[in-house]
Structures are given as C-alpha cells and as structure tokens.
C-alpha cells in the first residue's frame, strides 16, 4: 500500500470513528451537565476527549472541525475553573457548541480534509 493509499485510510477511519468519539463526548458532557459536586471533574473529563478531537481532526486537516472543538474545548475549560455549575445561558452555549461540533461531525467526509488526494511523491 502507497503513503497515499495509507494517508487516504486514515482520513476514512477517522470519518469513521468520529461518531463514537462524539457519542462519548455527548454522555460525558450530560453527566457534566447533571453533575452538583462532581460539575469540574466530569467537565475536565468532556473537555479531554474533545481535545482528542480537535488535535487529530486537525492534524489530519480537518480544519472546520478542528475549529469548533478547539473553541468547544476552551469554554469547558473555561466553564471548569469554577466549582459551582454553569449558568443556565452557560448551559445552553455549551450545548450549542456541541451541537454545532456534532453536526460537523456527522457530515464530515474524508473529501473535506486538506490533505486528501495529495500527491505524497511531491511532498518533501
């Protein structure tokens, strides 16, 4: 198998094995939502699976989703400083930001990457 063919197999794993990263992320987050005590914790927890997201969307060129992870990954940490739970309005941006990250997700093709159909014999 090429570099190209290898490149282009994990450009389509990923696309494949977003869907259980976003699962994973969503019951995380739930529990962070619902949680009293336990709200820092189980936001920090969210707030490191959506780094894997962001760091191998964007190293795979994946830069829309990329994106919208790294800036859903700033406000849970940025939610997580404080140990009281989130505001309503807090909430209810956290959700947005996942939603949007969620419905990347579920579109994201190995197409969309920018590195996708790269002539490797022209790289270096």
């Known amino acids: 198998m090429s570099a ?7 450009l389509t794993r990923h696309c494949t094995s977003l869907a259980a990263n976003i699962t994973s992320i969503g019951a995380k987050f739930s529990q962070a939502m619902l949680a009293g005590e336990h ?4 936001t920090n927890e969210t707030a490191e699976l959506v780094h894997l997201v962001n760091g191998s969307s964007g190293s795979l060129g994946f830069r829309e989703l990329s994106s919208v992870a790294q800036t859903f990954e700033e406000a849970l940490n940025e939610s997580a ?8 309005a807090e909430i209810l941006g956290l959700h947005s930001l996942f939603s949007e990250m969620q419905r990347i997700a579920e579109q994201t093709k190995p197409e969309d990457s920018h590195l996708f159909g790269i002539d490797l014999s022209q790289v270096g």
């Open 39 to 42: 709200y820092r914790e189980l």
């Open 81 to 88: 400083e404080f140990d009281v739970a989130p505001s309503e």
């Open 4 to 10: 190209g063919e290898q490149l282009q197999a994990l």
